[in-house]
């Protein structure tokens, strides 16, 4: 996603800027390797006037008591909330290794919540969630806190850490490279494994249905939602295909974006928009091959990058599972 308008105009300067040039230490138990050649270096600068940067890819919306179909029908009749899904899929839930299934009702998914209408937000209460994680920053959070939802604990983790790479804006190409470079950061930064690790740690003992979030819902909710389905023992191919439906889910919103975007700046730059508003394979794919060639797969890496006990992993799996 584009840094800067996408978390709201009190964040355009801390997430455009914020960022340091090395890595925190990696404790002992958890391999420190380098970054890949394909892996750009991060922003470090001190905070300033940002240049001017695309319009956002998420078009603003307003509560509404009434709800607006977008996309496929959302988990719980949630409309109000873009990208609300649970993280299980739908049917059945997701198949597992062992002829399991991915437990339903137990993890959603979603995009900021300042949207939500006060009759889904009652929906959200009534569904018992204990726990809302936004893996927004800090300024993004609050130039769109998340609106209460019952006796639901709100937890604020920073996906993104302190490294934040600027978003170019020359090509459809770049934009891509971009994406794709910031997906592999969540497999090899320090600071966002441990936001990462935290938070697991967290799910691993909360009571309740919970609710990942972030922006738009797409890309650190996407790899959040990944590391999740694939801790269960979903496929990739399975997790590929879930990451891929924020397309279907955020279709309007998308659309809405690209011919406002076209009409006021022209077709190359609502392009290059849309590369960032939209999700695309080549980007999962990025972070789940440097996870395969760092760690060897997702047990490695919640072991390994993410320094989770067995103990949690078991827990997770667990909650995962369907009864």
Not at 177 to 198: I, P, S, W
Request: glycine fraction near 8%; aromatic fraction near 6%.
């Amino acid at each position: 996603m584009v840094i800067g308008k996408r978390f709201g105009a009190a964040a355009i300067t801390a997430a455009l800027l914020v960022g340091c040039s090395d890595l925190p230490q990696v404790p002992s138990g958890v391999p420190a390797l380098p970054l890949s050649p394909s892996t750009p270096a991060v922003i470090s600068a001190e905070p300033q006037t940002p240049s001017p940067t695309p319009s956002p890819s998420v078009v603003p919306s307003t509560p509404s008591a009434e709800p607006t179909p977008s996309g496929p029908a959302p988990a719980l009749g949630v409309y109000s909330i873009s990208n609300f899904r649970d993280l299980a899929g739908g049917g059945k839930g997701l198949a597992l290794a062992g002829g399991a299934r991915m437990a339903q009702g137990v993890v959603y998914r979603s995009a900021k919540l300042d949207t939500a209408s006060k009759a889904d937000l009652a929906t959200l209460a009534e569904a018992g969630i204990g726990n809302v994680y936004d893996l927004r920053t800090s300024d993004a959070a609050k130039d769109a806190p998340d609106p209460k939802i019952g006796k639901a604990k709100n937890t604020l983790i920073n996906l993104y850490a302190s490294n934040i790479l600027k978003a170019p804006t020359s090509s459809v190409k770049a934009a891509r490279e971009h994406a794709k470079a910031q997906q592999r950061l969540f497999v090899t930064d320090f600071g966002r494994r441990k936001a990462l690790a935290k938070m697991l740690k967290s799910f691993a003992s909360a009571s309740g249905p919970v609710i990942i979030h972030c922006t738009s819902g797409k890309d650190r909710t996407g790899w959040a939602a990944a590391v999740l389905q694939l801790a269960a023992g979903a496929s990739e191919k399975d997790v590929i295909k879930q990451y891929l439906l924020s397309n279907e889910y955020r279709a309007q919103e998308i659309e809405q974006q690209y011919a406002a975007d076209k009409a006021k700046h022209g077709a190359s730059y609502a392009d290059v928009e849309r590369a960032y508003a939209e999700v695309d394979k080549s980007y999962i794919q990025a972070s789940l091959d440097e996870m395969q060639l760092r760690y060897g797969g997702i047990d490695g890496y919640l072991v390994d990058a993410l320094g989770l006990p067995e103990s949690t992993i078991a827990k997770i799996k667990a909650k995962l599972t369907a009864k």
